[in-house]
């Protein structure tokens, strides 16, 4: 089952608004992390407010100007006047109504960029991780989506509220090595990529060493969450499959009637009642496979 690929991963201890904020607005993250940074408020210009309070007074000097021409009988200057007076006031409200959407679309910017500032180090973007790194991402997503979504975990054979506080840490502490390592991946290349001299060289040795041994203890640890999601997908089979044989034993009955009517050898019948002995074997196998992935999850968990 492919993963969510999700953009923005966030701690799961930020509160669920800040959470669905940094999450609908990767790209202004991005920006941000790219040195970009909103306005803030400012007053309007006096010049603006002014040029609209000019708007207004012509306006409503140019109506009352045509309301002279309508006294006076002269009806098409009336009309023409009257025409521009109501551009004039079109216009003044147009511009405000731009500067309002303007003025929202900057407070959604501050309002990304302040939960950002708060909770620096507290999410990871996709686009900070190497191509590695979004990898191994990518199989932790996709194994904690396999479990989240099975119908055993659904219908509570599995521990739903473990899953639902365990799995989404995890997915974030994963995401937050794999950040770091990324970051330490790139700087360690760049160094070295400037060539270095012997003795440079013997030093970086034990620190890419360091490097690789971090990114196999994460791997590590993913394995660990595709190991549980294997054994829910085991139980999930094995429900299934109880599922179904539970519904074909319902029918037994009918099958039975239809046999009998219509004169069809009776060596059938014990045939069809084999559906009981299947479903018995495979309320075991779901049974063992429950406790299998029971005993995975705990490997997620290791006691300090």
């Known amino acids: 089952m492919p993963g969510r ?13 800040v959470a ?112 590695g790194a979004r990898a191994l991402l990518s199989r932790a997503q996709a194994a904690v989506d396999q479990v989240m979504t099975s119908g055993v975990h659904a219908d509570g054979l599995l521990d739903g509220v473990r899953n639902a506080v365990m799995l989404p840490a ?26 270095v001299t012997r003795e440079v060289t013997a030093a970086a040795e034990p620190l890419a060493r360091a490097l690789a041994g971090s990114e196999a203890a994460v791997a590590a640890r993913v394995e660990a969450l595709e190991r549980y999601a294997r054994h829910v997908a085991d139980a999930e089979r094995a429900y299934r499959a109880r599922q179904q044989i539970a519904e074909l034993s319902a029918r037994l009955p009918r099958y039975e009637e239809l046999l009998a009517e219509s004169g069809a050898d009776a060596s059938a019948v014990p045939e ?15 049974s063992q496979s429950v406790t299998s992935a029971q005993e995975a999850f705990r490997h997620l968990t290791p006691e300090p």
């Open 5 to 17: 690929q999700a953009k923005v991963i966030v701690d799961p201890a930020v509160p669920d608004d």
């Open 20 to 131: 669905a904020l940094l999450r609908a607005h990767r790209r202004l993250l991005v920006r941000f992390h790219a040195g970009w940074a909103p306005a803030r408020k400012r007053a309007r210009p006096v010049a603006g407010v002014i040029a609209r309070a000019a708007l207004a007074t012509t306006s409503v000097t140019v109506a009352a100007y045509g309301l002279l021409l309508l006294v006076a009988g002269r009806f098409p200057a009336f009309v023409t006047i009257m025409m521009v007076a109501t551009l004039l006031a079109v216009g003044g409200l147009v511009r405000p109504r731009r500067d309002v959407e303007v003025e929202r679309r900057q407070a959604l910017e501050r309002d990304v960029y302040d939960a950002a500032r708060r909770y620096e180090g507290r999410y990871v973007l996709r686009d900070q991780l190497d191509e």
């Open 170 to 195: 995890q997915e974030w502490e994963v995401a937050r090595l794999l950040a770091k390592l990324s970051k330490l991946r790139a700087e360690h290349r760049e160094i070295v990529a400037e060539g």
């Open 272 to 286: 069809l009642h084999r559906l009981t002995q299947d479903a018995a074997a495979l309320e075991r196998a779901l």
